[in-house]
């Protein structure tokens, strides 16, 4: 089984703080993706990589900053963080890119921004 | 781009098969269509995917208009542990840029 990891469940942080989150998956993915997802508004792509230090913005990437230096890890950055980035944030994983490929998800991190 | 809507909540009975739609009216040639589900505390998981007419897996069955601007996503005899949210996403084959997962509909069933 494709299995996703995230590096916290839950992460408390205070504005302005520099927050790293954390991503790793063992199935050898090309693809990889970070969403946000808040209550009424579903899942909301922030970016997502289809290679090693191949990244691509998505619907809302204002505010972050990703890296991907290994294959197997994309991490999400929030150069210094937000009361309205307060949120569950999911990693996700894909061997091909698009809609048509399986996406694999983590749990989720959430996120509470003070 | 393939915008996709969906009701925000639906009850159900146990027993009862539950139908859940998903608009998408802008969707491309090239998109597909493809069912997620997500419990609490959990990420979404792959239940189904299409592309056209009906597809049957062991947990749904999906069914697409020949127009494609919407797809019904249907659970027969539904239990307790089906609680969850239904994700619609559209989206072609290559490329996340066109990617759309809809808000979600909270499916919540009564015993």
């Known amino acids: 089984d494709v299995k996703v990891t995230q590096s916290s469940r839950y992460l408390v942080k205070r504005t302005g703080e520099k927050v790293f989150l954390e991503c790793v998956q063992d199935?050898?993915?090309?693809?990889m993706f970070w969403y946000r997802q808040d209550p009424g508004l579903g899942l909301r792509l922030i970016y997502f990589s289809y290679d090693v230090k191949m990244k691509e913005k998505g619907d809302i990437p204002e505010g972050y900053s990703v890296s991907r230096e290994k294959k197997e890890r994309f991490s999400l950055i929030l150069e210094s963080a937000s009361t309205n980035q307060t949120s569950m944030y999911l990693c996700?994983?894909?061997?091909?890119?698009?809609?048509?490929?399986?996406?694999?998800f983590g749990p989720g991190t959430r996120l509470t921004v003070l | 781009l393939a915008k996709t809507t969906q009701p925000i909540s639906m009850d159900s009975y146990e027993g009862q098969e539950v139908n859940i739609t998903c608009s998408h009216n802008n969707i491309a040639t090239n998109d597909y269509i493809t069912w997620y589900q997500q419990f609490p505390s959990q990420g979404p998981r792959f239940i189904i995917q299409g592309y056209k007419t009906k597809v049957t897996n062991e947990v749904a069955s999906l069914f697409i208009p020949a127009d494609r601007k919407s797809s019904t996503l249907s659970l027969p005899r539904v239990s307790l542990s089906d609680t969850a949210v239904y994700y619609c996403?559209?989206?072609?084959?290559?490329?996340?840029?066109?990617?759309?997962f809809g808000t979600g509909t909270r499916l919540t069933v009564i015993p």
């Open positions: 996403l559209v989206g072609g084959e290559t490329g996340a840029n066109n990617l759309f």
């Open positions: 996700a994983s894909s061997l091909l890119a698009g809609g048509r490929d399986t996406q694999y």
């Open positions: 199935m050898d993915h090309e693809n």
